[in-house]
Structure formats: C-alpha cells, structure tokens
C-alpha cells in the first residue's frame, strides 16, 4: 500500500522554499509543538514508536528520554548528515527537497529536548545542500522559527551546519562528535554514551536526518495515529534508496507493510529487473548488513513471506536473515559477481576505518588484499576459510560498530555464496572470463518434510 | 590523601580481590599479578585518555554483577572497563579471550616489519613480550608490508613508522607536554602514520619520554641508536641533583660507561617518573651520577640474562586459577642430573656453567 507521509508534498513544486512550505501545511507541527509541554512531546514520540533511521533501529523515544539533565549545562541536539553507507541515499533527497521538513523537526527537537544550539553534521561531498539547507535555516529565522524567542515562547534555538570532511567513520555518532569539536574523527570508548557526555562533554542526542524529520508529521498526527502506520515495531513509513540492477532506481517511501517480492517487482517501486534477468541476490539496508540470495529474500528460511520491515528482514537471524539497516537497498542480478562486489566492499571498510583498533585497521586491510587475489584469479582454497577466520575475529572485538559492518558482508557472502567463491579459486581463468551467474542461488530452498 | 577503602569484590580467573570502586578490571588483575594479568599494548596508567586501542587485554565478564549477574555479551578492554562489586571476569580461563587474543596478535604482526634483529627495542619490546607469549609461530599473512619513510622528530628522537603499532601513548604523552596539538596521527586506516605535522621538531624539555612509552622500536633514542644490544647493558638505578626533572632516572650501563639513561620502569613497564631531556641525552658519564644500585628487573627478561641480582619473580598462580594442584607430568629435578637448585647463581663467578649444576648422580 502506497504511504506518503514524509514525502507527501513531493509533487508541489517549490517546496523547498518557505512560502510553498507554509502554504501546505508547514510549521503547523511547529506551531502545535511550542504550545505543548517539552516532556509531552517527548511522550508523543515514545507512542509512536519511531526507531531510529540511521541504520540501528533504536527506539528513538527511548534515547531521547535517556538524556541526562544536570543543573546549568547546555544541552545539545546533532543531526546526523553525513550519509556515506554505499547505497544509502534518502537523506539526501529530503535534504534536498524537503529542506523545511527537516529544519522544522529539529526545531520541535530542539524544543523538546531543551538544545538551543543544535548542528547538522553534513557530509563533505553534499556540498550543494549546504547552500540549501542554509537557505532554509535562513528563511526559517526571518519567520520567526529561528533565533531569540521564537514564535514569543521565550525559547531560543540556533542550527548549525557544519561539513565533514569526506570519511565514512564521521558517520559513527562519536567520532562525528569528535569532528564537530574539531579533532580527528575517531569513535570515542563507551562509556560514556552521548546522552551523558557528548559535544563537549554536555548531554547530546544525536539522531538521523530521516528520524528528525519523522517528528513533523508524529506531532501532526499525533503519536498514536503515526504508530498505526506499519506493522508491530515497525512503525511509520520508512524512506529506501534503491540502487542496483532496477529497472526504477530512486527513493521511496513504503508502509513496512509491503513484501520484499511486491518492492521489487511492483511497477509502483522498483518494477522489476531489467533486461528480463533474474535476481540473484540483494542487499536490503545498505552495504554493512549481510546480501542474501534471491531464494532467501522473498522468503524467509520458515518458508513464510518476507516484508519490508525491521522483524522480518532479520527473521533467521544472520544465518538466513539480514537487516533493515539504513534503508540502503542494492539489487544484483544474475550477471553480477559476488566475489567482486565483496571484494569492493572490502575496499571501502579498508579504505574508512579510522585506524584505532588493531583488529579493524589490520584486518580490513587484509581481506580485501586476499580478497583481490581471488577475484583476480590468485586465490587459493585456504582463503576462504581465512577469510572467514579475520571477520570472526574482527567482530564484536572492536570500539565502533565499523569492525562488524566490515565483518559482516564478508561473512555473509562466504555463508551464503562459498560456491562461487570455490568456482573462482578452481576456475583461475575462466572466472576472468566470465561470471559463476545465478546459479542455484534463485532455487527455493529445501524444505525438510515436516517442517 | 586517605586511601578509599577497598569496596568492590572482583573475581578474575577464579582469584578474588577488593578494589576501590573506579578501579578498571585490568588494575584489578595487576593486583593478583601473574597469568591473570591481560596483556596492555595501549594503555598507559600515566596517560588519562589511553587504552581501549590495541584489544589485547579484552576479558569476558561472565558475571557483571552482584545486582546484575547477566554477562556482558561482548568481550570487554579491561583496561577501559571499571568493576562492578561482585563481577566475574574471564581471561586466561576464557577459550573466547585466547583465541581472540590470538587474532589480535597476528593482527598487530602482519603489517609489522619483523626487523628484530636491527631493532634497538628488542629484548625490552612488548610486543616481542606479547607475541611470544600468545602469538603463534606462523603468520598467515602473504603480503608486502606497509612500510613508511625514517623521520627525525627533533635532534634526539627518531621515528620509524614502520614499526608502530598505533597505540597513541606518544600522542598523549605529547599532548600533555606540548600546548597546541603537534604530534598526532595523519591519515586514517592501515595508513595511518604518527607525525609531528611535517617532521617538525618537538621544542618541550621533555619530550624525550615518548620513547620510553612507545611499546615497540617506532620512537628511539637517537644518541643510542646501534650502540648495544640493551641485554648486554646492566640497568642500575640512579639519581642526580636535577632542577627540571625528580633526577630518578635508570642506567644503562657496561663496565663504567653509561651508554643510556631512561626513566624507571615498573614491572607493568611504565614510567614511575618523567625525566627530561637533559637527564637523558646528555648526562652520559657516571660522574653525573649517583648510583644507587641494580635495578629490579623482571626474572623472565632477557635483560636479566647474566644479570641475577634483584630480579623479581611473577607469582604462580596456577594451582589457584584450576581451584588444584595441577597434576605433575614429571619432576624435572628427579630426572635431570644437572639440577642443583640450592646455587646461588649470583655468588658463581662468571657466567654459569654446566658443570656448576652437576648433581654427580
Ligand atoms: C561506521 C558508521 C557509520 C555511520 N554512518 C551514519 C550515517 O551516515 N548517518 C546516520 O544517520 N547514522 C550513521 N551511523 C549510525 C550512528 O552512529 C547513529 O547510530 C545514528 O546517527 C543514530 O541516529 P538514529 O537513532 O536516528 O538512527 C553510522 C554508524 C557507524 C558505526
Ligand atoms: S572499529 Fe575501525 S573505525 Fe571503529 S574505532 Fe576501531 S579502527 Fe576505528
Ligand atoms: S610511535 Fe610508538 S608510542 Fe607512538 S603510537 Fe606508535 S607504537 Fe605507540
Ligand atoms: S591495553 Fe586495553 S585495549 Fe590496549
């Protein structure tokens, strides 16, 4: 079922200016928010089970109610921008053309969780919507919805937009910290969480784009009508870049009620495959979370459906499952090589981590070389298992969650896709030659009897 | 300055000790000493904001608790993990911890050069130290290593990149002692490098020191460099009237030359006081000294070879770690004839011998 709550005015040209903004609606959450009780807003976003967009999933009520509160120190609010997941692109497109929504769910934010300095943290490369996002904030403050006593409440608020420099790992809430205090982006040690010492040591939320903008329409709707959108956790609409062999790439927003067969195939998202190949494999939440084959996409390893939503994508757990991650949704079709595509992901954890931790800064670094072998024909049967002994022991055995992001599409591609690898070590020049393909990979997967 | 009393039980590889609350698990076990302790490439007592880099004293938590006896799920850095009373931690009982110990050597090993032989550090290396200790005696790893250029950071210290293992001491060491940030790391990844920003030098009295916090052969005395091999040198301890610095410092002596001055280390071999550059580099004459006698060194070191005296044996715990006496496979005394274990090997003249253990059985 199509959903448009987020992107509803998606059709209205110059939405991204205030004038159309207001005109449709815009700033009436704001409006409702500043009349309201800080702590009922917070309340409002607890009912409606909103979790967090960036990639984790975390209730974001929850943290918001986790933010310490001592006596005479600011506190601070921290969008996080900086988008750099392969195959996540939705922030973007609501920065971009949506800028108000944005701006006005960090005011109510702001409101709600007492920060009168609040910043986004923008990726470098998004140099284009710092303009815009400026001109917005800019707007926004001749309207009273920015700056000193806004809107006659007594409460002040500024934001900030602050561009990063080009690295991956800024996207990990503590080392974008660190880089907005102007230091080398390096993940901080947990404890302390950012709830309690955060941007210059103060209490600090930091939460995605898309997850600050979902407070405008929670607070239009209230929390209770947002969480009937969806289906048990999974509530809302959540947005999903797609990329990859589509014949409709782009971003959309869905209900988390649709399966993952009718994202794919339906005219109204994706629609289909092009060129009439088949599918081979697909990596729903953006390139940290494990691909699956087709045979385990559609359906889960129970043999039930598979939707697009936070349970469903990781029912079975990593060995049949994966996640919802980012939103990052990437699709590959017969003619792709999954020992290559590995071997690019490997080179982009290799190339993001930060370098603290030995087991990230090493090993990322020495998958992707065996990895190169293989995929250039110089591998051997013993790389594999190594492999897979790296990945195991770089995850869960470093400071940020990059360790496991690197780990896991490594992991998942030998649990699932061994065979391809074993073609490629015992096909040395034919595998330069040509791709494994499909496969058994689209096989529906054997069902004990009795099951 | 009253001490706090000791509140916290922890309990680590099933020997139990009292801490202060704030005490991380990792001084915990520097408490019992021995086995237990978890290897520390990173942290530096001295230095706040180190540890939790190398991964080389993760622990498990099976018990993390009194209140809360849930495990933790993750293997913790014990050097960035305070205790809670009653907490229960794993290390060399753990199978998890070793065989994540493990990887985490390897790790730290492949893109080391492995140039032992011309490294002023080794024998007094912690990572020669870890390795032998966990590492395996094979690496899987078949590709060139990085390799970066020699930079002098300075008249007295040079860097060999090549060799560090990112464990930020240096970093931190220089941020304490010099006003703006001027030694850090640049790049990011496994080509990350420490540098002062274009091999500038590092004005600070003493900077120095950063040598003796590096665990490896990446930060060396320059006035050293080739000298000797640190195992033929003796180690006294030794002061003198110094307006900059306490004056502690540690000889490195052969016969009556002094050949290097470092500061003292403990048994977890960290600096007990900062010396200053002048101590170090340039009081090279035992006339600058006064001595006060060899200094206590650890009886495992390769330092201690010909070298007996006030050596410091680490405590045997294994019988308390099983909860039992292990089971002798055989009494080397009873089989061995070259077994004399009443010698005093400090009163034999000379370097020790065979034939001055013979039983004459
Ligand atoms: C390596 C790494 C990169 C990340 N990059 C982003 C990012 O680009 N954008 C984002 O919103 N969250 C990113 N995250 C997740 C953040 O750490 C954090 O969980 C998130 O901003 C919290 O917001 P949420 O609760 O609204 O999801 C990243 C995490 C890691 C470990
Ligand atoms: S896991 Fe990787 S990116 Fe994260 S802190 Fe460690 S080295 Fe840096
Ligand atoms: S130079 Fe030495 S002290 Fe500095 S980071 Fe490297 S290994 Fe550590
Ligand atoms: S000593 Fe604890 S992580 Fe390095």
Known sequence: MAVKVLLKNDHIEGIRYYDTYRKHGG????????????ADIVEEVKKSGLRGRGGAGFPTGMKWSFLAKPEGVPRHLVCNADESEPGTFK??????????????????????????????????????????????????????????NIQGTGFDCEIYVHRGAGAYICGEET???ESLEGKRGNPRMKPPFPAIQGLWMRPTVVNNVETLAAVVPIINMGGEEYAKIGVGRSTGSKLLSVCGNVNKPGVYEIDMTISVEEFIYSDEYCGGIP???????CIPGGSSVPIVPANLLFKTAKGETRYMNYESLSDGGFATGTMMGSGGFIVLDEDQCIVRHTMTLARFYNHESCGQCSPCREGTGWMYKILKNIENGKGKMSDIDLLWDIQRRIEGNTICPLGDAAAWPVAAAIRHFRDEFEWHVNNPEESQRRNFGLAHYADPIHVPAGA | MS????????????ITVEVAPGTTILNAARMIG????????CYYSKLPESGGKCRTC?????????????PMPKLVPSCRTTVM??????????????????????????????DCPVCDQAGECDLQNLSYEHGTEKTRYEFPRRTFEKEDIGPYIQLHMTRCILCYRCVFTADQLTQKREHGVLERGDHAAISTLLSKSLDNEFIGNVIDVCPVGALTDKTFRFKNRVWFTKPVDAHCSCTKCSGKARLWMRGDEVYRVTARKNEWNEVEDWICNECRFEKKSAKDWVVEGPSKIKRSSVIAQGHYENTVKTPVLIDKVLGKSPKLLMNIHDVSDVNRPEIELSKIEGPAHSNDFKTGK
Do not use: C
């Open chain 2, 34 to 41: 021995g086995d237990v302790t978890p290897p520390a490439m």
């Open chain 1, 175 to 177: 080392a974008l910290i």
């Open chain 2, 3 to 14: 001490e706090p009393t000791p509140k916290f039980k922890v309990t680590v590889d099933n």
């Open chain 1, 91 to 148: 922030d973007r497109y609501l920065m971009e053309f949506h800028p108000h929504t944005l701006i006005e769910g960090l005011l109510i934010s702001s409101f709600a969780l007492g920060s009168n300095a609040t910043y986004i943290y923008i990726r470098g490369e998004y140099a284009w919507i710092v303009a815009i996002l400026e001109q917005a904030i800019d707007e926004a403050k001749k309207n009273g919805w920015l700056g000193k």
């Open chain 2, 58 to 70: 993760l622990v498990e938590v099976s018990k993390g608790s009194e209140k809360d006896p849930r």
């Open chain 1, 27 to 38: 700033y009436a959450a704001a409006e409702k928010a500043l009349k309201m009780a800080p």
């Open chain 2, 85 to 114: 009373d009653g907490m229960e931690v794993k290390n060399i009982t753990s199978e998890k911890v070793l065989d994540a110990r493990k990887g985490i050597v390897e790790m730290l090993l492949i893109n080391h050069p492995l």
């Open chain 1, 275 to 281: 060129n009439g190949k088949r599918l081979k494999a």
